[in-house]
């Protein structure tokens, strides 16, 4: 049988547009392995993600309103307690010494009820930096007491010295410049902002000169380590040591005094509100009252007698 022209698939390749499946229109919307295909492919997938982001995100508002909300706490019981006269009552808690020393605490200091959020950080890294100095003051006194011991007729005065210094330095830095910064940020006082730019700034300025070490002053700076680098290395290694210490507090005293001078600007704090603050002080105070009661009757009596 003759066959015809016609092949008997009719599908069959005798050309790239005989075939209608080879046809671009239709290959090119065939799904590629780059695209999911129907097996793979979840609807839901990506509300799952968004669902899983917002309770992620709920969670940490909800740990932040709870985190505010034990700071009010906190707040309120702090001025329902003064309100009530509760600041006489409260028991101080600082220095932190046992039950059975005679002597007691004699501050009460809490950072995290009485200071603000904001200024807590600032607040605790000047605590620091005042418990490293007290350190620093003491490594300065072992430093000074091996150089003592090596040299002892040129190291006598910066051994006693050393001895000073730790003594004095220790008390005086936390009462003088710690206490009033911290009262300053407690109770956004201008006056007690003055107190601790001024007498801060002399704290580091000393600590400029512990660092520079000058002979017979009672602090192992560099200058002092190198005199005694000839005698004995381990000792000269301690000062060493000891004028990097002060170096570093040094450091850190100035970026700190700059950053609480920004905040003061930002608190609006100013010399004239220093001014009424030191006067309502003064005047408030029951024996300068008392005083000025007692030289004004005195006055007045001398006014009557006088003939």
């Not at 995100?57 to 505010?68: A, H, P, S, T, V």
């Not at 005042?130 to 910066?158: D, H, K, Q, R, Y």
């Not at 003061?264 to 029951?286: D, H, I, L, M």
Request: proline share 6%.
């Amino acid at each position: 049988m003759a066959q015809s022209g016609n092949s008997g698939n009719p599908f069959a390749e005798s050309s790239e547009f005989d075939n209608p499946f080879q046809d671009p229109a239709v290959t090119q919307h065939r799904p590629s392995p780059q695209y999911a295909t129907l097996d793979v492919y979840n609807p839901f997938e990506n509300r799952e993600a968004s669902a899983a982001a917002a309770t992620a995100e709920l969670l940490k508002r909800q740990e932040e309103l709870n985190r505010k909300a034990e700071e009010l706490d906190r707040r309120e019981r702090e001025l329902r307690h003064a309100a009530l006269g509760g600041s006489a009552t409260r028991q101080n808690n600082w220095p932190p010494l046992p039950s059975f020393c005679p002597v007691q605490p004699c501050f009460f200091q809490d950072i995290s009820m009485e200071i603000p959020q904001e200024f807590q950080k600032t607040v605790s890294t000047m605590y620091y930096l005042w418990m490293c100095s007290t350190l620093a003051l003491l490594l300065n006194f072992l430093a000074c007491l091996a150089s003592f011991c090596v040299t002892p007729i040129s190291s006598g005065s910066s051994f006693g010295l050393s001895i000073l210094w730790a003594l004095l330095f220790t008390p005086c830095s936390f009462v003088c410049w710690y206490r009033p910064m911290y009262k300053a940020f407690r109770s956004d006082s201008s006056f007690n902002f003055f107190v601790f730019f001024f007498i801060f700034f002399v704290q580091d300025v000393i600590y400029v000169l512990a660092a520079i070490g000058i002979p017979s002053s009672g602090f192992s700076g560099w200058i002092s380590a190198l005199m005694v680098l000839k005698i004995n290395t381990v000792v000269a290694v301690l000062m060493l040591l000891v004028a990097l210490f002060f170096t570093g507090i040094a450091v850190l005293g100035i970026v700190m005094l700059k950053r609480i001078h920004s905040l003061y600007r930002r608190t609006g704090a100013s010399f004239q509100k220093a001014q009424q603050e030191f006067a309502a002080g003064v005047f408030s105070n029951p024996a300068v009252r008392t005083a000025a009661a007692n030289a004004a009757a005195g006055a007045a009596n001398n006014a009557f007698r006088a003939p």
